[in-house]
């Protein structure tokens, strides 16, 4: 009881302390474009080689330039300013021209590799991930996680050609060796059909978009059940091995029960000849999870299989042949997965070498002797030798050395250190900072019980109360004891990591709006949307009532008055109705909605789950007007 | 007007029920499909010891081959076939069939289809999507996968889809409820009805589309045209109004219940249930039973190849103008055996023997393959191959 007493008062010191730094940790140093304060940090994302092995190319997303490294002395040669927050780069076959997709601008950036120079930026679709040229140089494809797509430009002008449909969040490429085959992971899962009762308890599915590249046509869909979030894809160089790193969410039981048997699976799903039909394989281990693999690379003589496991920060050694023998060796599931057996790994998994914080993007050298890995969240590339398995060296990136809150608060978002057995951290769920358009069981409620669905952090800064039922009034409550006590089942924060994460939280920058550009004028659609928005008398001439306007509930820049309201979607299975307003923050990126992710689309909001108008008067609007408001909602 | 709606009503409700019911009299019964495709050749023969006659020239002659149930299409209601290369999509009643490699595949509900009666379909010719409108909301195919659009679910403005094209980023669509186009990069609905357009009626049978303008079919108010520059609509209606009687053929469209439109080379062909239309902006020339080849006034799809070429599916054959003459292809009237009729400019009418005809002369949609030409009807999939 002493104990508890003692915990309990701790964490209120906690809180009081993050809410009484706040002020002083917002002063920025300098502001980036992306409006973070944290400007001088490097954080690199991605790493390549150029084809001769002499240079490294690194992409900085927060410092948004490329740093061309000496990949022997690893001294700077040049540093390349590049568009807004960086998220992919590859090299042209030839290596001569390097592309970079600028995820907060929506454009792509040409740079000479022999001057290295930018020579050209080419606008593309909305939040490009990565980018890929096919081999004949006539092509460019370009990811664009917002608009699920892949962009074809001409790869001279790089003019649009067309767009592919992609699935939900389509974020990383990867060309097959033998340049046929262009394959597309999402970082979301596809929204699934709507089935009666069943709404909000579908686990989630992606796919692999398989893309003829000489056609630039999708020829398969490659599915993959049960994951949210797939991201880096690598191929073996005879092409017979393929491999994509993916997170594989177990939402229909209780998150709070990450002690019997977690709440993710992460894993590999491996295809291709050698493989046979795709399967997933797990690469965590019994009591040790390898949480958020991102960067998967194939040693050339594919002996070994190496992946970049986020919040773990490590990368895993897979043995190839073993795995192939586990693979062949053991009955198939009817499900083509082995992702609950926590036993498989051991087969397989032959190293776990720590590196810094958050790997990410990783490259072989072609001899694969030396593996660079980026770590994000630390500036700085580990260098690790294959043979040896253990990182020789570590590039430290120029940037600032001194951990600032807010920094320190974003390598806590994205550790898995503080839970049971590593399991997850806050980015498990939050991808990149973001939502996962998972709905889950959080509470240890019986099962079923109050489902809920993920929400976008953006913007959370000011919207307390906090959970769907309102039930945290702030953000330290929010990230300490309830995520401690429910979620992590393990370490606590201390006073100070728990405040530099609200911190970080509250400081997220929110990301521009692809529906209404900055300073631009609303479509009249969307005026026409705004009007229905804020109205106060009905179609047929009735005040409606204060509670009952959009624009009462959704009020303020954010979209939530912060008020809890009854608003006709309770389910048999909710514990309580009553549910604070949500922001409308991003509201267009955030599928599915409501507060159990029952509606699909916003329009479902409407069409379907407001049959008695309390959540707002809409059953009086033409399909035209209910188009209009979803119309302006896009511009929250 | 408003009198003969319900009696069309009852023409488009009924037109598949009556052709079901034409073909189990048995007065079609010789050419109903059979469990393979029938494989037949000599596709022509000098009627007699008569020379062919000259406006034959030029007319394509086919071999048809017929798919039905029997050979695995997934009903014989065939509402709209789709070319897409190799690949052959027909819209049915009970699903959309695939053919492919000889083999038919059958998507239905249960992958996500809108709904299993299937109305219309296009190809987006850059992507290699296919779009297919239902009688329960808009489908997306798309490498496998079937993403399906509703009224309840987007901003799709009716679930009966009978009509959809895809040009350049926008799918336009035409429903019961008025027509709208989704654009696919915003992912914006818009919809177009009597609220925002000169549209009398909202029931929107079938809709063509090019850069630079849309042409709506409007069962009952005439042709909507969009220009995609200006974005002004303008509408072109029967000069003779509410009157039954042709009083003034060539001075504008035929009829007010407009069922199918094909935009091509800039001339406009107009398909409805009472005669069919070509305009060329300036001037409209109309085509009726009593003065053209047409076998029928009712007519339920058009396809111009150009300007001066079109085809016309009939509730009494298929029909071929070629600017002069006209080729008509079906099934006997009285006694089910495979005809086809050559007309020429002078209005003479030649029989012309041939051993195959597609599946049924309630002809709903058609689509080309290279000179082969594949044909939805009331009564099976017809596959017209070109011959020599």
């Known amino acids: 009881m002493r104990v508890g007493l003692a915990a309990g008062l701790a964490m209120l010191a906690a809180a009081f302390f993050a809410i009484a730094i706040w002020p002083a940790m917002q002063r920025p140093a300098r502001a980036a474009s992306n409006g973070s304060d944290e400007a001088d940090y490097a954080s690199p994302l991605e ?286 599931p009817a499900t083509g997965s082995f992702a609950q057996e926590l036993s498989a790994s051991g087969n397989y998994v032959v190293a776990r070498i720590p590196v810094g914080h958050n790997p990410r993007g990783l490259a072989l050298t072609a001899d694969g002797r030396k593996l660079f890995v980026a770590n994000r969240l630390e500036d700085t590339i580990s260098v690790i030798d294959t043979r040896a398995n253990r990182v020789a060296s570590t590039i430290a990136l120029t940037g600032p050395k001194a951990i600032s809150p807010v920094r320190h608060g974003e390598q806590t978002f994205y550790t898995a250190r503080y839970s049971f057995q590593g399991q997850i951290s806050c980015s498990s769920c939050h991808i990149d900072s973001t939502f996962d358009g998972v709905t889950w069981d959080l509470e240890p409620d019986g099962f079923g019980r109050d489902i809920v669905d993920n929400k976008m952090l953006e913007g959370v800064k000011d919207t307390e109360p906090y959970k769907w039922n309102g039930g945290n009034p702030n953000l330290p409550t929010e990230c300490g004891p309830r995520t401690e006590k429910y979620f992590w089942r393990a370490e606590q924060y201390d006073n100070r990591t728990l405040a530099d994460l609200t911190v970080y939280i509250r400081n997220m920058p929110t990301r521009p709006n692809r529906w209404r550009a900055a300073g631009s004028e609303m479509t ?111 511009t929250r | 007007m408003n009198k003969l709606i319900p009696i069309a009503v009852l023409f488009a409700a009924g037109a598949l029920a009556s052709a079901a019911a034409q073909s189990s009299s048995g007065v079609l019964k010789t050419h109903a499909a059979s469990a393979a495709p029938q494989m037949l050749v000599g596709a022509h023969k000098s009627h007699g010891a008569e020379a062919p006659p000259a406006a034959l020239e030029g007319l394509p002659r086919f071999r048809f081959e017929n798919f039905t149930t029997a050979n695995g299409l997934p009903d014989n209601h065939v509402y709209a076939v789709l070319v897409d290369g190799d690949r052959i999509w027909a819209g049915t009643e009970n699903g959309l069939g695939l053919y492919e490699n000889g083999k038919w595949k059958t998507y239905t509900t249960s992958d996500g289809l809108a709904h299993r009666a299937v109305l219309s379909l296009a190809l987006d010719k850059r992507t290699g999507d296919v779009w297919a409108g239902t009688m329960g909301g808009l489908s997306r195919v798309s490498g496998g996968r079937i993403d399906s659009y509703t009224q ?87 000069p003779d109004g509410e009157n039954e009687m042709v009083l003034f053929k060539d001075q504008g469209l035929i009829h007010e219940i407009v069922t199918s439109v094909s935009f091509v080379d800039n001339i406009l062909w107009a398909a409805t249930y009472f005669g069919g239309s070509r305009y060329d902006g300036r001037y409209w020339h109309n085509f009726l039973t009593k003065d053209s080849g047409l076998p029928s006034n009712f007519i339920n799809t058009i396809k111009g190849l150009d300007a001066n070429r079109a085809w ?77």
């Not at chain 2, 094209?165 to 799918?171: A, C, I, M, S």
């Not at chain 2, 409820?177 to 909202?202: F, K, V």
């Not at chain 2, 709506?216 to 520059?229: F, M, R, T």
């Open chain 1, 47 to 332: 790493v390549l080689l150029s084809p001769d092995g002499a240079r490294l190319y690194v992409l900085c997303q927060q410092s948004e330039e490329i740093r061309v490294l000496d990949a022997a002395s690893y001294a700077v040669i040049k540093t390349i300013a590049v568009g807004r927050v960086p998220r992919g780069f590859s090299l042209s076959p030839s290596g001569d021209r390097l592309f970079v997709t600028n995820s907060w601008d929506d454009t792509l950036s040409v740079i000479d590799t022999g001057t290295l120079a930018v020579v050209a930026t080419w606008p593309v679709g909305a939040e490009p991930s990565s980018v890929v040229e096919d081999r004949g140089g006539k092509r460019l494809f370009v990811a664009n996680r917002i608009s699920s797509d892949v962009a074809v430009l001409d790869a001279q002008t790089g003019a649009e050609e067309k767009r592919l449909l992609g699935g939900r969040g389509t974020s990383y490429l990867a060309l097959s060796p033998d340049g046929s085959r262009l394959y597309a992971s999402h970082v979301y899962p596809n929204i699934s059909p709507r089935r009666a009762g069943m709404e909000n308890r579908t686990a989630p599915e992606s796919e692999l978009t398989v893309i003829d590249a000489a056609r630039a046509v999708v020829a398969d869909r490659m599915k993959l059940d049960g994951v949210a979030g797939a991201f880096h894809i690598a191929f073996s160089a005879d092409g017979r091995l393929g491999v994509v790193a993916e997170y594989h969410p177990k939402n229909l039981i209780p998150l709070a029960h990450l002690e019997h048997g977690g709440a993710f699976a992460y894993t590999l799903t491996v295809f291709g000849a050698e493989v046979g039909g795709a399967v997933e394989v797990p690469l965590d281990e019994l009591e040790r999870y390898a949480s958020q693999p991102f960067g998967v690379a194939i040693a050339p003589d594919k002996s070994r299989l190496y992946v970049t496991i986020g919040g773990s920060e490590c990368v895993v050694v897979v043995d190839v042949p073993r795995l192939m023998r586990f693979i062949h060796a053991h009955p198939r």
């Open chain 1, 524 to 634: 009249p659609a969307q005026e026409r949307g705004r009007a229905l928005f804020v109205r106060a008398v009905d179609k047929f001439g009735k005040p409606i009532p204060e509670a009952n306007r959009c624009s009462y509930c959704h009020s303020g820049p954010k979209g939530t008055n912060q008020k809890l309201f009854e608003v006709g979607t309770r389910k048999a299975t909710d514990n309580s109705g009553l549910l604070k307003s949500a922001p409308l923050t991003e509201i267009a990126l955030t599928a599915p909605y409501l507060h159990d992710g029952s509606a699909r689309t916003l329009e479902e909001i409407w069409t379907v789950y407001n049959p008695e108008d309390k959540h707002g008067r809409t059953s009086d609007l033409t399909k035209d007007e209910l188009n209009d408001l979803i119309e302006y909602l896009r």
């Open chain 2, 152 to 238: 309840l679910n987007s901003g799709l403005s009716n679930d009966v889809v009978y009509g959809v094209t895809v040009e350049g980023e926008n799918v336009w669509v035409a429903t019961a409820a008025g027509g709208c186009r989704l654009d696919l990069h915003s992912g914006q609905w818009t919809l177009y009805n009597e609220r925002n357009t000169p549209m009398n009626e909202i029931w929107v049978y079938a809709v063509s589309a090019s850069p630079a303008k849309v042409y709506y079919a409007v069962w009952g108010s005439g042709i909507l045209e969009y220009d995609q520059k200006t974005g002004r609509w303008d509408k072109y209606d029967d």
């Open chain 2, 312 to 388: 016309f599916g009939t509730d009494k054959g298929l029909a071929y103008y070629d600017g002069v003459n006209w080729a008509v292809y079906r099934p006997s009237l009285t006694t089910g055996k495979a005809e086809m009729t050559v007309r020429d400019a002078k209005g003479n009418v030649t029989p012309v023997v041939v051993a195959t005809a597609p599946a049924h002369n309630y002809v709903l949609g058609i689509d080309f393959k290279g000179d082969d030409i594949w044909v939805a009807t009331a009564k099976g999939l017809s596959h017209g191959i070109r011959q020599p």
